[in-house]
């Protein structure tokens, strides 16, 4: 008797490319370079790749770029969400990346 696996198993898991995450830490480290952000995490479950920021270590992400594809087929979408909310959706990371000069910047005094 054959054993059938589940789509699920057979899905692969996704990553971010090294393009991607070229583009995703040059913004990123222009933020650390002022000292906004302070630290990143990597993680990979479910067919979904995210890039979480922090402005502490210890404290939840400020921002978490996702990149999600359902469909080996499909192209990837990329998401941007803060600490509640979706904030912008794109195909294409470059144009998300770009999204982030449009967001409130800490300011410190």
Do not use: C
């Amino acid at each position: 008797m054959s054993s059938i696996s589940s789509p699920k198993k057979l899905r692969l898991q996704l990553y971010f490319s090294r393009a991607e995450l070229s583009l995703i830490l040059s913004a990123y480290s222009a933020r650390v370079a002022t000292g906004e952000w302070r630290d990143y995490a990597l993680d990979y479950k479910n067919s979904v790749a995210m890039f979480s920021i922090f402005r502490h270590t210890l404290e939840t992400p400020v921002f978490v770029i996702e990149k999600r594809q359902r469909h080996h087929k499909e192209a990837a979408q990329f998401l941007l969400h803060d600490r509640t909310r979706l904030l912008y959706k794109s195909a294409q990371l470059v144009d998300l990346i770009s999204h982030f000069s449009k967001l409130p910047r800490l300011i410190s005094g």
